[in-house]
Structures are given as structure tokens and as C-alpha cells.
């Protein structure tokens, strides 16, 4: 029974991981249609049928281009860099329920590669040390605008990691636990968890903009302004390191607003009609990536749409409205449960 488990589990880590892949290279393509239906153009269409072969010729394109590693660069930090950055980037999604659990041959095999009863501090921890892939990348290029695009990014998610936490804490409040198997649990039927935190769910929407980089939060690789950002001096696959992870932590970060405030895998009045346990997880998993790529798209429609903020504009929003709003949400949260009698 255990190398059974084991070998599920293996299963479910590689699954886990080539989709998580393919799903940030096809948002490459995702991201071109969108900007084209949005500003009324075509997008790519010669490599393949629609064009759904664009992705794989960038990443040829990326492969093939040529290696450059400056001279007066720190050659280890270099390379480490997009290493480190990639590899939080793939590792976030190990605490992730991707569904209910298979029963076979009368064991029960839950959809989660681990499943640690402190998931949140997890995914925290992981994407806190993505920060230091983003810092070394831009030091050790040597170069004064790498330089500045890593102070910036760097600057940019400590702060907003402060009111994203600030905002989980409400949630944790309300479902009694840092795990994220139990926070989707308990939001069975209609008991999602954004019908009891819309501003923390709004606090933590922003905060994934900012986390992820992505308009009109993307001011540590604003071309305007910094030739290219903290990945300036990159080239080839390296470069492809640092554009993937982005496009990596959409799909998590839509992935866990998906799960913390929208009922994960649960799915509304499913269970009339449907009530064989297996293929009600297997439903379930369907409509939480239906969730997840809804809100990919939303990432992409708020990047097409709203301009760039300010550097002075982005840090003000995140220490002087995004923190406040956080401690007051804390605060009318625990009021709530007070008087309702869910706390002494």
C-alpha cells in the first residue's frame, strides 16, 4: 500500500508540474489574443492552426538564441538567479487541493502533493524566497538598471507580501486553520469564503497583481524607464527563466484565490445529479481550473486596460491603503465573530 501511495503520489507531482508548465506557456499565447481582441488586431496566427504553435517556437527562439554572460558579472549568482526564481515558482502548488481525492481498489488518495496542516505559511514562505531569485538576478548582472529593477521588485513584493498576509489572517479567523485542504473543505455548497472577506479578497487580488509583476503593477521591468529591468543583462533561456516564472505565478496566484475564496473544487448543486465519489472529484478538479482560467483572463483584461502606476503611486497604495484597510479588516472580522459568539 505504500509504494502504491507512493507511486500515486509521484504521478500526482508530475502531473501537477507539466501542467503548471504548459499552462504558463499557452498563457503566452492566452496573453496575445487577449491584448489583440482587446485593442482589435489578430494576434499570432502563422505558426500552426490559430497560431497555437507560437508558444513552442518562442521557446525554440528562446533555446536557440545565443548565450551571453557579462564579463563583470558574479557568473554563480547569474545563473543562480532564474534558477531560484523558476524553482519557487514551481514549487508553490505542492500545498494545493486540485480536487476531492480518488478512491481505487477501496483507498482513498487525496489530489494534493502535500498535504501539510500549515499550507499557507508554506506558500508564504515559498514565495517570499522568490524575492531573493529577482535580488541576485539584478545584482549580480552588474549593471546600475538591473540594479534598480531589483531594488524595486524587491521593494515592491516585501511590501505588499505584508498586506497580503495581513488579509489571509481575517480568512484564517474565519476557517480556524493555516490548512488549505480544510479552507477548501469548508466552503462546500455556496459557503465560499468571499461572501465573508470581499475586501480581503479584494486586498489579496491587488497583491497578486503586485506579487506577480503584472500591470499595472509591473514597474521593476518598466522598459521606459529601465531599459528592461532587473533581467536587463539576460539572454537565451535564462531570460525565458525569469518571463516563465511570471506567467508560473499567475497560474498559482489565480490558482489560490480560486481555492481560498472561491471554493476550490467545490461546486454548487453537483452533487444532485452526480454521486459517484470519483467522478465528482474529477468534476470538481474541472471546475476549479475553470475558475483558474477565468481569473488568468483577469489578469490579462486589467493589464490591457489600466495604465501603469507610479513608483511613488504603487508604494503609497500598498503602506498607506492596502496595510490600514488589512488591520481594519482584521478588526471588523473578529467584531463580527464576537458578537455572533464564534469567539469568548
Known amino acids: 500500500m505504500i509504494s502504491t501511495a507512493l507511486f500515486i503520489k509521484i504521478i500526482l507531482i508530475i502531473a501537477v508540474f507539466s501542467i503548471s ?6 498563457s503566452t499565447y492566452a496573453e496575445r489574443k487577449v491584448a489583440a481582441f482587446m485593442q482589435d488586431r489578430l494576434g499570432p496566427n502563422r505558426a500552426g492552426p490559430f497560431g497555437i504553435l507560437q508558444p513552442l517556437a518562442d521557446g525554440l527562439k528562446m533555446f536557440m538564441k545565443e548565450e551571453i554572460i557579462p564579463d563583470v558579472s558574479n557568473k554563480f549568482l547569474f545563473i543562480l538567479g532564474p534558477s531560484l526564481t523558476m524553482l519557487t515558482a514551481c514549487m508553490t502548488s505542492a500545498v494545493i487541493p ?18 501539510v496542516n500549515i499550507g499557507i505559511l508554506y506558500i508564504f514562505g515559498v514565495v517570499s524566497i522568490g524575492v531573493y531569485g529577482i535580488m541576485i538576478g539584478g545584482w549580480a548582472s552588474n549593471n546600475k538598471y538591473s540594479l534598480l529593477g531589483a531594488l524595486r521588485a524587491s521593494s515592491q513584493m516585501i511590501s505588499y507580501e505584508i498586506a497580503m498576509g495581513l488579509a489571509i489572517i481575517a480568512l484564517i479567523m474565519i476557517n480556524g486553520t493555516l490548512s488549505v485542504s480544510e479552507i477548501a473543505a469548508n466552503q462546500t455548497g455556496w459557503h465560499w469564503n468571499v461572501m465573508y472577506q470581499p475586501l480581503g479578497l479584494l486586498i489579496f487580488i491587488i497583491c497578486a497583481f503586485a506579487e506577480t509583476n503584472r500591470a499595472p503593477f509591473d514597474l521593476p521591468e518598466c522598459e521606459t524607464e529601465l531599459v528592461g529591468g532587473y533581467h536587463t543583462e539576460y539572454s537565451s533561456m535564462k ?4 518571463l516563465f516564472a511570471e506567467y508560473i505565478n499567475m497560474f498559482i496566484s489565480s490558482t489560490v484565490i480560486a481555492t481560498l475564496y472561491f471554493g476550490g473544487y467545490n461546486m454548487p448543486f453537483i452533487g444532485r445529479f ?6 465528482l472529484s474529477i468534476l470538481g478538479t474541472g471546475f476549479l481550473f475553470a475558475k483558474i482560467f477565468f481569473f488568468i483572463f483577469f489578469f490579462m483584461w486589467v493589464r490591457w486596460t489600466i495604465p501603469r502606476f507610479r513608483y511613488d503611486q504603487l508604494m503609497n497604495l500598498g503602506w498607506k491603503v492596502l496595510i490600514p484597510l488589512s488591520i481594519i479588516n482584521i478588526f471588523l472580522t473578529g467584531m463580527v465573530m464576537w458578537w455572533m459568539g464564534k469567539i469568548g
Request: hydrophobic share 55%; net charge neutral.
Open 21 to 26: 508548465l504548459l499552462v504558463a506557456m499557452y
Open 98 to 115: 486540485w480536487g476531492k481525492g480518488l478512491t481505487i481498489n477501496g483507498v482513498f488518495y487525496p489530489l494534493q502533493a502535500a498535504d
Open 239 to 242: 531570460l525565458g527563466f525569469y
Open 274 to 279: 452526480v454521486h459517484a465519489p470519483n467522478w
